[in-house]
């Protein structure tokens, strides 16, 4: 999991360094994490719909979205009793630039 810290200087101006860089792709390097943030990209998606999409346990699918959005890859929002998730486009623009000038 990435450390909130660590998230919150990656969604900054703050200078980008490899500790940083490394954290981020170790919350992407998972190939159900990276599925699921390809799958938000464009529209909100429940947790439901996401782990009968992948085929992964409701389980499964909240621990690796927990960890998606403490990367602050994603964001989350409830209505009623469904969480939905959707990609922080901002944040995704950011974390692009960044590893861009690795």
């Known amino acids: ?3 909130k810290a660590i998230s919150d200087k990656i969604l900054t101006n703050a200078p980008f360094d490899v500790e940083q860089a490394t954290s981020l792709l170790a919350a992407l390097a998972d190939p ?3 599925e699921m ?4 990209m464009h529209r909100w998606w429940s947790l439901h719909s996401l782990h009968e999409h992948m085929g992964i346990s409701r389980n499964k699918a ?3 979205m ?3 959005c403490e990367a602050g ?3 989350a929002r409830r209505k009623g009793r469904v969480i939905y998730y959707c990609s922080d486009s901002e944040a995704v623009a950011r974390i692009i ?3 861009k000038d690795l």
């Open 32 to 34: 159900a994490r990276y």
């Open 37 to 40: 943030v390809r799958l938000i």
């Open 97 to 99: 630039a960044h590893l």
């Open 1 to 3: 999991m990435v450390p």
């Open 73 to 75: 890859i994603a964001r």
């Open 66 to 68: 927990k960890i998606i």
């Open 62 to 64: 909240n621990r690796q």
